[in-house]
Protein backbone atom coordinates (compact mmCIF):
# COMPACT_ATOMS: atom_id res chain seq x y z
CA UNK A 1 0.00 0.00 0.00
CA UNK A 2 0.91 3.35 -0.80
CA UNK A 3 1.81 5.91 2.21
CA UNK A 4 2.60 9.52 1.29
CA UNK A 5 1.84 10.59 5.53
CA UNK A 6 4.78 12.04 6.89
CA UNK A 7 6.02 11.85 11.04
CA UNK A 8 6.32 14.89 13.32
CA UNK A 9 10.27 15.39 11.71
CA UNK A 10 9.35 15.47 8.61
CA UNK A 11 6.17 17.94 8.74
CA UNK A 12 8.84 20.19 11.05
CA UNK A 13 11.25 20.14 7.88
CA UNK A 14 8.64 20.59 5.15
CA UNK A 15 7.33 23.62 7.25
CA UNK A 16 10.78 25.25 7.18
CA UNK A 17 11.19 24.78 3.60
CA UNK A 18 7.65 26.15 3.06
CA UNK A 19 8.60 29.07 5.09
CA UNK A 20 12.05 29.62 4.12
CA UNK A 21 10.79 29.56 0.15
CA UNK A 22 7.96 32.08 1.60
CA UNK A 23 10.07 34.76 3.57
CA UNK A 24 13.31 34.11 1.74
CA UNK A 25 13.20 32.91 -1.93
CA UNK A 26 9.93 34.53 -3.35
CA UNK A 27 10.61 38.07 -2.65
CA UNK A 28 14.07 37.67 -3.80
CA UNK A 29 13.37 36.10 -6.87
CA UNK A 30 14.24 38.62 -8.97
CA UNK A 31 17.28 39.79 -7.32
CA UNK A 32 18.21 36.15 -7.98
CA UNK A 33 18.87 36.04 -11.49
CA UNK A 34 19.82 39.77 -11.80
CA UNK A 35 23.47 38.29 -9.48
CA UNK A 36 23.25 35.16 -11.27
CA UNK A 37 23.28 33.64 -7.90
CA UNK A 38 22.26 33.56 -4.20
CA UNK A 39 23.75 35.86 -1.48
CA UNK A 40 26.57 34.00 0.85
CA UNK A 41 25.04 34.37 3.90
CA UNK A 42 21.50 32.65 2.37
CA UNK A 43 23.59 29.77 1.31
CA UNK A 44 24.87 29.74 4.70
CA UNK A 45 21.89 29.56 5.84
CA UNK A 46 20.39 26.68 4.01
CA UNK A 47 23.26 25.08 4.84
CA UNK A 48 22.88 25.13 8.28
CA UNK A 49 19.32 23.98 8.12
CA UNK A 50 20.38 21.20 6.46
CA UNK A 51 18.24 21.48 3.06
CA UNK A 52 20.77 19.36 0.86
CA UNK A 53 21.45 16.51 3.48
CA UNK A 54 17.99 16.03 3.90
CA UNK A 55 18.44 11.93 2.43
CA UNK A 56 21.69 11.43 2.98
CA UNK A 57 22.63 8.34 5.13
CA UNK A 58 23.69 9.33 8.75
CA UNK A 59 27.35 8.60 8.39
CA UNK A 60 27.96 11.86 5.69
CA UNK A 61 26.31 14.15 8.32
CA UNK A 62 22.63 13.62 6.33
CA UNK A 63 18.77 13.24 7.87
CA UNK A 64 18.55 9.82 6.23
CA UNK A 65 14.78 10.93 5.88
CA UNK A 66 14.11 8.92 2.51
CA UNK A 67 13.57 10.53 -0.74
CA UNK A 68 9.96 10.91 -0.57
CA UNK A 69 10.72 13.61 2.21
CA UNK A 70 13.54 15.01 -0.28
CA UNK A 71 10.88 15.04 -2.88
CA UNK A 72 8.25 17.45 -0.71
CA UNK A 73 11.02 19.94 0.42
CA UNK A 74 12.55 20.11 -2.77
CA UNK A 75 8.65 20.73 -4.12
CA UNK A 76 8.27 23.46 -1.35
CA UNK A 77 11.27 25.30 -1.76
CA UNK A 78 10.71 25.35 -5.72
CA UNK A 79 7.46 26.73 -4.58
CA UNK A 80 9.53 29.78 -3.63
CA UNK A 81 12.16 29.71 -6.42
CA UNK A 82 13.32 26.50 -8.78
CA UNK A 83 16.61 28.47 -9.38
CA UNK A 84 17.37 29.44 -5.98
CA UNK A 85 16.06 25.92 -4.85
CA UNK A 86 19.18 23.90 -6.90
CA UNK A 87 21.64 26.86 -6.21
CA UNK A 88 20.92 25.83 -2.25
CA UNK A 89 22.29 22.20 -3.00
CA UNK A 90 26.47 22.18 -3.95
CA UNK A 91 25.63 18.60 -4.01
CA UNK A 92 22.32 18.10 -5.24
CA UNK A 93 22.04 15.01 -7.39
CA UNK A 94 25.67 14.55 -7.62
CA UNK A 95 25.04 12.96 -3.61
CA UNK A 96 22.47 10.60 -4.97
CA UNK A 97 25.04 9.24 -8.15
CA UNK A 98 27.70 8.95 -6.00
CA UNK A 99 25.84 6.76 -3.20
CA UNK A 100 24.29 4.55 -6.32
CA UNK A 101 28.43 3.91 -7.23
CA UNK A 102 30.35 4.16 -4.34
CA UNK A 103 28.01 4.38 -1.63
CA UNK A 104 28.59 6.66 1.84
CA UNK A 105 31.74 5.56 1.93
CA UNK A 106 32.60 7.94 -2.04
CA UNK A 107 29.80 10.50 -0.93
CA UNK A 108 31.54 11.34 2.40
CA UNK A 109 34.98 11.50 0.49
CA UNK A 110 33.89 13.62 -2.21
CA UNK A 111 31.47 15.78 0.37
CA UNK A 112 34.40 16.83 2.44
CA UNK A 113 36.57 17.95 -0.09
CA UNK A 114 34.01 19.89 -1.76
CA UNK A 115 33.66 21.33 1.61
CA UNK A 116 37.12 22.78 1.80
CA UNK A 117 36.40 25.34 -1.06
CA UNK A 118 34.27 28.43 -0.36
CA UNK A 119 31.24 28.32 -2.38
CA UNK A 120 31.98 24.90 -4.47
CA UNK A 121 29.57 22.94 -6.23
CA UNK A 122 28.90 20.11 -7.96
CA UNK A 123 26.62 19.49 -11.08
CA UNK A 124 25.67 16.37 -12.74
CA UNK A 125 24.77 15.82 -16.51
CA UNK A 126 23.31 13.25 -18.29
CA UNK A 127 24.74 12.97 -21.36
CA UNK A 128 21.92 11.27 -23.53
CA UNK A 129 23.89 12.37 -27.26
CA UNK A 130 27.36 12.21 -26.46
CA UNK A 131 28.26 15.56 -26.63
CA UNK A 132 31.08 14.61 -24.09
CA UNK A 133 33.76 12.66 -25.66
CA UNK A 134 36.25 10.44 -24.18
CA UNK A 135 40.03 9.73 -24.70
CA UNK A 136 41.45 7.54 -23.02
CA UNK A 137 41.93 8.99 -19.57
CA UNK A 138 40.50 12.73 -20.57
CA UNK A 139 37.30 13.92 -21.41
CA UNK A 140 36.28 16.91 -24.48
CA UNK A 141 32.93 18.56 -25.47
CA UNK A 142 30.93 21.24 -24.98
CA UNK A 143 27.26 21.48 -23.43
CA UNK A 144 24.99 24.39 -24.29
CA UNK A 145 23.60 25.30 -20.92
CA UNK A 146 23.57 24.21 -17.42
CA UNK A 147 21.60 25.60 -14.03
CA UNK A 148 25.07 26.62 -12.59
CA UNK A 149 27.76 29.14 -12.35
CA UNK A 150 30.34 27.50 -10.96
CA UNK A 151 31.19 23.84 -11.44
CA UNK A 152 33.91 22.46 -9.13
CA UNK A 153 33.14 18.66 -9.20
CA UNK A 154 31.22 17.66 -12.94
CA UNK A 155 29.33 14.45 -12.59
CA UNK A 156 28.66 12.86 -15.90
CA UNK A 157 25.80 10.32 -16.23
CA UNK A 158 25.85 7.74 -18.98
CA UNK A 159 23.06 5.11 -19.21
CA UNK A 160 26.34 2.67 -18.86
CA UNK A 161 28.41 4.27 -15.93
CA UNK A 162 29.55 7.82 -14.38
CA UNK A 163 32.48 9.89 -15.04
CA UNK A 164 33.98 12.48 -12.59
CA UNK A 165 35.59 15.55 -14.04
CA UNK A 166 37.41 18.57 -11.22
CA UNK A 167 39.83 19.70 -13.50
CA UNK A 168 39.93 21.68 -16.90
CA UNK A 169 36.29 23.11 -17.13
CA UNK A 170 35.56 26.43 -18.72
CA UNK A 171 32.00 28.05 -18.09
CA UNK A 172 30.85 30.78 -19.94
CA UNK A 173 27.36 32.71 -18.35
CA UNK A 174 24.23 32.35 -20.71
CA UNK A 175 22.32 35.37 -20.03
CA UNK A 176 18.29 35.41 -20.17
CA UNK A 177 17.91 32.25 -19.72
CA UNK A 178 15.65 30.18 -16.80
CA UNK A 179 17.22 29.16 -14.18
CA UNK A 180 19.68 32.33 -14.72
CA UNK A 181 19.16 33.08 -10.39
CA UNK A 182 21.42 29.59 -10.40
CA UNK A 183 24.26 30.85 -12.64
CA UNK A 184 22.97 29.57 -16.17
CA UNK A 185 26.23 28.96 -17.74
CA UNK A 186 27.41 27.13 -20.77
CA UNK A 187 30.44 24.42 -20.26
CA UNK A 188 33.28 23.19 -22.38
CA UNK A 189 35.80 20.52 -21.37
CA UNK A 190 39.27 20.51 -23.70
CA UNK A 191 40.75 16.87 -22.63
CA UNK A 192 39.75 17.61 -18.96
CA UNK A 193 41.60 14.82 -16.91
CA UNK A 194 39.31 12.44 -15.24
CA UNK A 195 39.23 12.38 -11.58
CA UNK A 196 37.20 8.46 -11.04
CA UNK A 197 34.66 6.26 -13.11
CA UNK A 198 32.77 3.64 -13.16
CA UNK A 199 31.02 1.22 -14.94
CA UNK A 200 27.83 -0.27 -13.42
CA UNK A 201 24.54 0.25 -15.56
CA UNK A 202 22.33 -0.84 -12.76
CA UNK A 203 23.71 2.38 -10.73
CA UNK A 204 23.36 4.29 -13.70
CA UNK A 205 19.68 3.76 -13.78
CA UNK A 206 19.31 4.35 -9.71
CA UNK A 207 21.29 7.60 -10.23
CA UNK A 208 19.18 8.80 -13.16
CA UNK A 209 15.57 8.04 -11.27
CA UNK A 210 17.33 9.85 -8.77
CA UNK A 211 18.27 13.01 -10.57
CA UNK A 212 14.93 12.95 -12.39
CA UNK A 213 12.60 13.07 -9.12
CA UNK A 214 14.69 15.70 -8.08
CA UNK A 215 13.77 18.02 -11.04
CA UNK A 216 9.98 16.75 -11.04
CA UNK A 217 10.00 17.76 -7.86
CA UNK A 218 10.83 21.26 -8.66
CA UNK A 219 8.85 20.96 -11.38
CA UNK A 220 5.65 20.38 -9.34
CA UNK A 221 6.39 23.28 -6.87
CA UNK A 222 7.05 25.81 -10.01
CA UNK A 223 4.04 24.39 -11.27
CA UNK A 224 1.58 24.88 -8.09
CA UNK A 225 3.36 28.43 -8.10
CA UNK A 226 2.27 29.34 -11.61
CA UNK A 227 -1.32 27.68 -11.20
CA UNK A 228 -1.84 29.68 -7.87
CA UNK A 229 -0.93 32.78 -9.37
CA UNK A 230 -2.98 32.70 -11.96
CA UNK A 231 -6.35 31.36 -9.97
CA UNK A 232 -5.49 34.13 -7.65
CA UNK A 233 -5.29 37.22 -10.57
CA UNK A 234 -8.26 35.72 -11.88
CA UNK A 235 -10.41 35.99 -8.79
CA UNK A 236 -9.43 39.62 -8.74
CA UNK A 237 -9.36 40.73 -12.31
CA UNK A 238 -13.03 41.90 -13.30
CA UNK A 239 -14.55 41.83 -16.35
CA UNK A 240 -18.42 41.77 -17.78
CA UNK A 241 -19.57 42.59 -14.28
CA UNK A 242 -17.97 39.60 -12.73
CA UNK A 243 -14.21 38.28 -11.94
CA UNK A 244 -12.30 36.73 -14.67
CA UNK A 245 -12.20 33.19 -12.74
CA UNK A 246 -16.38 32.85 -12.79
CA UNK A 247 -16.69 32.98 -16.66
CA UNK A 248 -16.82 29.32 -17.43
CA UNK A 249 -14.37 28.18 -20.07
CA UNK A 250 -11.57 30.30 -17.79
CA UNK A 251 -13.00 28.51 -14.81
CA UNK A 252 -12.50 25.03 -16.44
CA UNK A 253 -8.76 25.92 -17.63
CA UNK A 254 -8.46 26.69 -13.89
CA UNK A 255 -9.11 23.93 -12.79
CA UNK A 256 -7.70 21.35 -15.70
CA UNK A 257 -4.40 23.42 -14.11
CA UNK A 258 -4.68 22.40 -10.96
CA UNK A 259 -5.65 19.20 -11.71
CA UNK A 260 -2.04 18.62 -13.53
CA UNK A 261 -0.30 20.05 -10.59
CA UNK A 262 -1.99 17.31 -8.64
CA UNK A 263 -1.49 14.80 -11.04
CA UNK A 264 2.26 15.45 -11.60
CA UNK A 265 2.53 15.29 -7.86
CA UNK A 266 0.85 12.07 -6.73
CA UNK A 267 2.95 10.91 -9.51
CA UNK A 268 6.56 12.37 -8.12
CA UNK A 269 5.76 10.76 -4.78
CA UNK A 270 4.71 7.46 -5.48
CA UNK A 271 8.02 7.35 -7.78
CA UNK A 272 9.99 8.32 -4.32
CA UNK A 273 8.26 6.21 -2.26
CA UNK A 274 8.98 3.35 -5.05
CA UNK A 275 12.70 4.13 -4.70
CA UNK A 276 12.15 4.44 -0.56
CA UNK A 277 11.24 0.43 -0.63
CA UNK A 278 13.31 -0.76 -4.04
CA UNK A 279 16.60 1.18 -5.29
CA UNK A 280 15.93 -0.90 -8.07
CA UNK A 281 12.56 0.13 -9.12
CA UNK A 282 13.37 3.22 -11.35
CA UNK A 283 10.92 3.12 -14.00
CA UNK A 284 7.96 5.16 -11.82
CA UNK A 285 10.61 8.27 -11.69
CA UNK A 286 10.85 8.28 -15.56
CA UNK A 287 7.07 8.55 -15.81
CA UNK A 288 6.73 11.09 -13.14
CA UNK A 289 9.09 13.29 -14.79
CA UNK A 290 7.63 12.65 -18.62
CA UNK A 291 4.29 14.03 -16.68
CA UNK A 292 5.90 16.69 -14.61
CA UNK A 293 7.38 18.04 -17.67
CA UNK A 294 4.54 17.80 -19.79
CA UNK A 295 2.06 19.66 -17.21
CA UNK A 296 4.75 22.25 -16.89
CA UNK A 297 4.71 23.20 -20.64
CA UNK A 298 0.70 23.45 -20.23
CA UNK A 299 0.59 25.72 -17.22
CA UNK A 300 3.39 27.77 -17.65
CA UNK A 301 1.79 29.08 -21.15
CA UNK A 302 -1.87 29.33 -19.64
CA UNK A 303 -0.87 30.91 -16.65
CA UNK A 304 0.20 33.71 -19.01
CA UNK A 305 -1.97 33.79 -20.94
CA UNK A 306 -4.66 34.34 -17.87
CA UNK A 307 -2.78 37.24 -17.30
CA UNK A 308 -2.69 38.46 -20.84
CA UNK A 309 -0.20 41.08 -21.83
CA UNK A 310 0.21 41.32 -18.54
CA UNK A 311 1.64 38.10 -17.97
CA UNK A 312 4.35 39.17 -20.06
CA UNK A 313 5.49 42.10 -17.89
CA UNK A 314 8.25 41.07 -15.27
CA UNK A 315 6.11 42.88 -12.80
CA UNK A 316 4.63 39.90 -12.06
CA UNK A 317 6.49 36.47 -11.80
CA UNK A 318 4.22 34.50 -13.81
CA UNK A 319 6.76 34.80 -17.16
CA UNK A 320 9.85 33.69 -14.99
CA UNK A 321 7.41 30.74 -14.19
CA UNK A 322 6.95 30.02 -17.63
CA UNK A 323 10.83 30.43 -18.51
CA UNK A 324 12.25 28.18 -15.17
CA UNK A 325 9.28 25.34 -16.05
CA UNK A 326 10.28 25.26 -19.62
CA UNK A 327 14.28 25.24 -18.86
CA UNK A 328 13.95 22.58 -15.80
CA UNK A 329 11.73 20.10 -18.43
CA UNK A 330 15.25 20.40 -20.64
CA UNK A 331 17.18 18.83 -17.83
CA UNK A 332 18.63 15.54 -17.82
CA UNK A 333 18.03 14.77 -21.73
CA UNK A 334 13.99 16.43 -21.35
CA UNK A 335 10.98 14.51 -21.81
CA UNK A 336 12.03 12.26 -24.73
CA UNK A 337 14.59 10.18 -22.66
CA UNK A 338 12.64 9.61 -19.92
CA UNK A 339 9.83 8.62 -22.32
CA UNK A 340 12.18 6.23 -23.75
CA UNK A 341 12.59 5.07 -20.18
CA UNK A 342 9.35 4.91 -18.91
CA UNK A 343 8.62 2.77 -22.19
CA UNK A 344 11.37 0.32 -21.87
CA UNK A 345 10.54 -0.40 -18.25
CA UNK A 346 6.87 -1.30 -18.91
CA UNK A 347 8.00 -3.25 -21.42
CA UNK A 348 9.64 -5.48 -19.29
CA UNK A 349 6.84 -5.68 -16.77
CA UNK A 350 5.09 -9.46 -17.38
CA UNK A 351 1.81 -9.15 -19.67
CA UNK A 352 -0.63 -9.66 -16.66
CA UNK A 353 0.37 -6.72 -15.21
CA UNK A 354 0.16 -4.75 -18.40
CA UNK A 355 -3.36 -6.14 -18.42
CA UNK A 356 -4.19 -5.91 -15.21
Not at 24 to 35: D, G, I, K, S, T
Not at 50 to 65: K, S
Amino acid sequence: MLDFATDAAQELVLGTARRFAQEQLAPQQRAFEAARGLPPALLAEAAAIGFDTIDWPEGCGGAAMGTLARVRMLEALAGGCPAAALALQPLGSVAHALLAFGGPTLLHEQARRLARTPGARACLVFDTRGALRRSGDTLSGALAWLPTGRVDLLAVLTREGLLLVDEGIALTPVPGSGLCGAGASALRLQAAPLHAQWHDRAAAAQALAQARLHVAALLVGQMHAAAEYARQYALERVAFGKPIAHHQALAFLIADMHSAVDAARQLAYEAAWRLDTDPQDTGAAAAAFVEAAESALFIGANAVQILGGAGFMRDVPVEKHLRELRALGLLLGGADAARDDAVAEADALPPFLLTA
